[in-house]
């Protein structure tokens, strides 16, 4: 059974940092995109950042370039997301995905459920 798994989740003032992971199992993910999305509240669901399964192409929504980094180990299947100087807007859901392209993550053939990520300021 796949399974992707968010970790580092958690409470944090505004100008912090936090790290999540998302782990995966069931399969190896190291010829998948990976990417995390975030949905606030009455709002829909962003990607804000998206690596692609080599690691070479990285991209980000703007309202996070600089702040945040994508990553990956692919030995251990598992895409990192390194929030820096975080801002209540920041506040969301995160949750990871996975697709199966060359490219970076479009459609996503596999979800995580999510993990709370609130800022206060």
């Known amino acids: 059974q796949v399974q992707l798994v968010e970790s580092g989740g958690g409470l944090v003032q505004a100008g912090g940092s936090l790290s999540l992971s998302c782990a995966a199992s069931?399969?190896?993910?190291?010829?998948?995109?990976r990417g995390w999305f975030r949905q606030a509240p009455g709002k829909e669901r962003e990607n804000v950042a998206a690596?692609?399964?080599?690691?070479?192409?990285?991209s980000y929504a703007d309202s996070v370039k600089g702040r945040f980094t994508i990553s990956r180990d692919n030995a251990k299947n598992t895409v990192f997301l390194q929030m820096n100087s975080l801002k209540p807007e920041d506040t969301a859901v995160y949750s990871c995905?996975?697709?199966?392209?060359?490219?970076?993550?479009?459609?996503?053939?596999?979800w995580g459920q999510g993990t709370q990520v609130p800022v206060s300021s």
């Open positions: 069931g399969r190896s993910f190291s010829t998948y995109a």
């Open positions: 995905a996975a697709e199966r392209t060359l490219g970076t993550i479009k459609r996503p053939d596999y």
């Open positions: 690596i692609s399964w080599g690691g070479v192409i990285t």
